[in-house]
């Protein structure tokens, strides 16, 4: 584990501003559930495609009404689960890396996602290490928080130190149902929201003291995904069923923005699992030359 410094409480007299971001997005036209490989999913509780293009419609909508760019990338027939674009890699200022998934059902969205970033990036690769993109990776200032225990591997941590050139701080997730690190984690301006019980006893110490201004959610809220949200740095785009998270944001000065994704959580996916960020450099984390 790269050694970190604690991240600086805001300064409370400080108004929050959204940051225009820029996101990338695939749209739901195949998905279905026809394979279970998260407690989320069951083959045997119908979907509704039609109601899940729609919800979606109304999440990219709501990103571009804030100022946001949304990219899109072609869904392919087959790969129900590609609609979950944070999955497809991470990438920040001009590199990029495709992501390896861990479940064969989902191996080809790897490549897929590939041929996009290698296109928009001076500096594509693809993972040699199993990792899940976004899904088990998230930018916070200068450091990339990282899970591992179900999707990613830790050695997939220190290739994404590596190549972005960035500290990683490596989180074990112990919680089936939260079987991404943004499942349980959601990286605000200038701290994060997470659920305790998702991480190993080590790693919660460590949240909590990097973190010591953290939002802590409840299990309800982490039970509907809730902390699968994306932050601008002022709204909080986050599950609809939330309830504390919602006050507890607005506490903070957030504004949250509630989206319904009801179809898309029966395979596992919220708010983030649908966007992938592509970051801009920001405050010294250039990735390594080379």
Same mark, same amino acid.
């Given at each position: 584990?790269?050694? *970190? ?27 279905? *559930? ?15 495609? $039609? !109601?899940?293009?729609?919800?979606w419609d109304a999440l990219r909508a709501a990103y571009? +009404? ?19 674009? $944070? ?35 001076? !500096? ?35 290739? *994404? ?12 997730? *112990?919680?089936?149902r939260f079987y991404h690190l943004d499942t349980a984690?959601?990286v605000l301006d200038d701290t994060i929201v997470y ?26 809220? +982490? ?26 944001? $607005? ?20 708010? !983030? ?18």
């Amino acid at each position: 584990m790269t050694s *970190v410094a604690t991240l600086q409480a805001p300064d409370p007299t400080g108004a929050r501003r959204p940051v225009a971001r820029r996101y990338l997005m695939c749209r739901p036209e195949h998905f279905e *559930v026809t394979y279970a490989i998260n407690p989320w999913m069951d083959t045997a509780t119908p979907v509704d495609r $039609a !109601k899940a293009l729609a919800q979606w419609d109304a999440l990219r909508a709501a990103y571009e +009404a804030h100022g946001h760019r949304v990219e899109v990338i072609d869904g392919v027939p087959g790969l129900p689960d590609m609609v979950f674009a $944070a999955n497809g890699g991470l990438a920040i200022g001009d590199r990029a890396l495709s992501a390896r998934f861990a479940n064969p059902e989902r191996a080809d969205e790897g490549p897929a996602y590939h041929r996009w970033l290698e296109g928009q990036f001076a !500096k594509a690769a693809a993972a040699s290490e199993t990792n899940e993109g976004e899904g088990d990776f998230a930018v916070s200032g200068d450091r990339i928080l990282a899970g591992t225990g179900f999707r990613t591997a830790v050695s997939a941590h220190r290739e *994404v130190e590596e190549f972005f050139g960035m500290p990683v701080v490596s989180l074990e997730l *112990v919680d089936p149902r939260f079987y991404h690190l943004d499942t349980a984690l959601m990286v605000l301006d200038d701290t994060i929201v997470y659920y305790p019980p998702a991480f190993s006893a080590e790693s919660a110490r460590l949240l909590a003291e990097l973190y010591p201004d953290a939002i802590l959610a409840t299990e309800d809220d +982490a039970n509907v995904l809730g902390l699968n949200g994306v932050c601008d740095g002022y709204h909080v785009f986050l599950s609809n069923r939330v309830t504390d998270l919602a006050e507890a944001l $607005a506490a903070r000065g957030y504004e949250p923005v509630g989206i319904d994704l009801s179809e898309l959580l029966k395979a596992g996916g919220s708010v !983030k699992c649908c966007t992938l960020e592509l970051h801009q450099v920001r405050r010294g984390s250039a990735p390594a030359a080379g």
